[in-house]
């Protein structure tokens, strides 16, 4: 589960950083499409149609990215939780091994003493 965690954490880094640069690209776009308006070239309508086409395109990968790296970080949430879960389920378990191998001992303790007490038995009955 660990490991899934960190699978999952290093997909969610990988999303914000083509985020990061999604955005930077629309940032620049948007910067490109203003210049242009300022210094009054219209430019070719298919090259600001192309440029509003990548712009929008952008967005919606942001838009779905962002979606992802929130079901990401739920899916890291739940496997985190997980991995507690387990670590209290081990804690457990070696609690109640180790109860159970005392109980083992003290039980190997008593039937040494009755293989004492009967070897002494056996030792008085061969004496008489």
Do not use: P
Not at 37 to 66: C, H, T, V, Y
Not at 88 to 112: A, C, F, P, V, Y
């Amino acid at each position: 589960a660990l490991a899934s965690v960190q699978e999952k954490a290093l997909e969610i880094e990988s999303y914000e950083r083509e985020v990061a640069a999604l955005k930077l690209e629309m940032t620049r776009l948007q910067e490109e499409g203003a210049e242009n308006d300022k210094e009054g070239d219209k430019g070719s309508l298919a090259q600001m149609e192309n440029e509003d086409n990548r712009l929008e395109e952008s967005m919606n990968i942001i838009k779905i990215r962002e979606e992802e790296i929130c079901l990401l970080n739920e899916k890291v949430e739940a496997l985190e939780i997980l991995c507690d879960q387990n670590s209290n389920r081990i804690e457990q378990d070696s609690s109640t091994i180790s109860g159970l191998q005392s109980e083992i001992q003290m039980k190997e303790e008593e039937l040494m003493e009755k293989d004492s007490t009967i070897a002494d038995l056996q030792k008085k009955k061969e004496v008489q």
